[in-house]
């Protein structure tokens, strides 16, 4: 993305001189569905990137438009509520955020753009909430901490897009580190870079072109069904505050008689949780074949046990499985569509997609995109 071009398009929508600023998208290693459960995620922000420019106007207007939807959202900064418009939501429910924290914000004009391809699982949405609040904060001279800003982000998420979603993707978003994979306790907020040295391998995204609709919805029902299972343990176990403190022997004896199918998620999260640890020490010590073989496992986890995958994921997955040039690979994010994260050798690249794209275009009449990406840094200033 070119700043000046985004400043051009800007002085021609709203004559004015904007602010930019850059967030971008994440991947996750490994550590699914374990942030809303007070475990540990390995997530890295990528070369793809939301941009917002922003500049103040004299009343307390809120003009927003969106390069991809090349429409405007007109609202005041002193009635926020959802719009009509989804893609505005995420910024509305941003400055509405800062409101209720008592957070002092004027009108603004506001510009978005961006290469994070959208509902495909690389946390678009969460981006775009980063980069609204960063360029909030800019702009109004807030000075709002950075862990504030991926809080403030979530739950912008949560009230105006609908999704009670974990702190994963936010944090990603803000805290990201070129070269870097994060491990994140989604308890304390505690989190250190793990070089990403991946030695003639390359991560390679590749879309499915898919998002089912039932996914929010299932994601939902998924941290209620984990919250389920934890106040049964709860009852016996009253120090017990999350799937993050259980074990498989608890799980067994007050899950499981209860309901067989909380059981199974509740048991796919702990062994996520289990498997991340073993995960970090692999990647750790630069051994990118184990840490593979994990990937694997997640897979079947979130596909079996936990239920979040999709057909055309399934595919995608199974496909390289045989193949010794990929070490790993599963389904990542909310699910029901969106990327596989693969771990491949570099020369095999090129060949590999064009065969999964015409296999892929066979099996589901769809287009499989492919990316190689780079991590990268978190939410900042553009120029
Ligand atoms: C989505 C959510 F937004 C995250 O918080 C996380 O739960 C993820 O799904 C699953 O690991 O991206």
């Not at 039932?214 to 009253?238: F, T």
């Not at 996520?272 to 010590?285: C, D, G, V, Y």
């Amino acid at each position: 993305m070119n700043a000046q071009h985004l400043k051009n398009t800007f002085k021609k929508l709203f004559n004015a001189e904007p602010i930019l600023v850059r967030s971008p998208g994440r991947i996750n290693i490994i550590g699914e569905h374990t942030d809303y459960n007070e475990g540990f995620v390995m997530p890295a922000a990528i070369n793809k990137a939301i941009y917002v420019a922003i500049s103040k106007r004299d009343d307390q207007e809120i003009h927003l438009f969106s390069e991809s939807y090349q429409e405007f959202d007109i609202s005041s900064v002193n009635d926020l509520k959802q719009s009509k418009n989804s893609w505005a939501n995420y910024i509305l429910g941003v400055a509405d955020q800062f409101k209720e924290r008592g957070y002092k914000l004027g009108g603004f004009n506001f510009y978005i753009d961006g290469d994070v391809p959208l509902g495909a699982g690389l946390s678009s949405s969460a981006a775009v909430e980063c980069a609204t609040g960063f360029a909030l904060d800019q702009l109004f001279s807030l000075s709002v901490p950075k862990m504030d800003l991926a809080l403030i982000a979530q739950k912008a998420e949560q009230t105006f897009a609908g999704v009670n979603c974990g702190i994963m993707d936010q944090f990603a978003s803000v805290f990201g580190k070129k070269d870097h994979a994060m491990m994140l306790d989604c308890r304390s907020m505690k989190h250190i870079y793990i070089p990403l040295k991946l030695d003639g391998y390359k991560l390679l995204l590749l879309n499915t072109n898919v998002k089912h609709a039932l996914s929010d919805s299932a994601y939902n029902k998924r941290r209620q069904q984990c919250e389920q299972g934890v106040s049964w343990i709860k009852a016996h176990h009253p120090q017990v505050k999350s799937l993050r403190d259980v074990d498989l022997n608890m799980l067994e004896e007050f899950v499981k008689p209860k309901d067989a199918e909380v059981y199974t998620k509740c048991r796919y999260v702990v062994e996520e949780i289990s498997r991340l640890l073993n995960a970090a020490e692999q990647l750790k010590n630069g051994n990118l074949a184990s840490l593979g073989k994990l990937m694997f496992e997640t897979h079947e986890g979130l596909s079996a046990a936990y239920e979040v995958s999709c057909k055309e994921l399934d595919f995608l997955v199974d496909a390289v499985k045989p193949l010794d040039y990929v070490l790993g690979a599963r389904m990542m994010g909310g699910g029901f569509g969106g990327c596989t994260i693969n771990i491949v050798k570099e020369e095999n690249i090129p060949a590999l997609i064009e065969e999964l794209a015409t296999k892929y275009q066979m099996q589901f009449g769809l287009k499989l995109d492919a990316y190689t990406v780079q991590t990268d840094n978190g939410t900042s200033l553009f120029s």
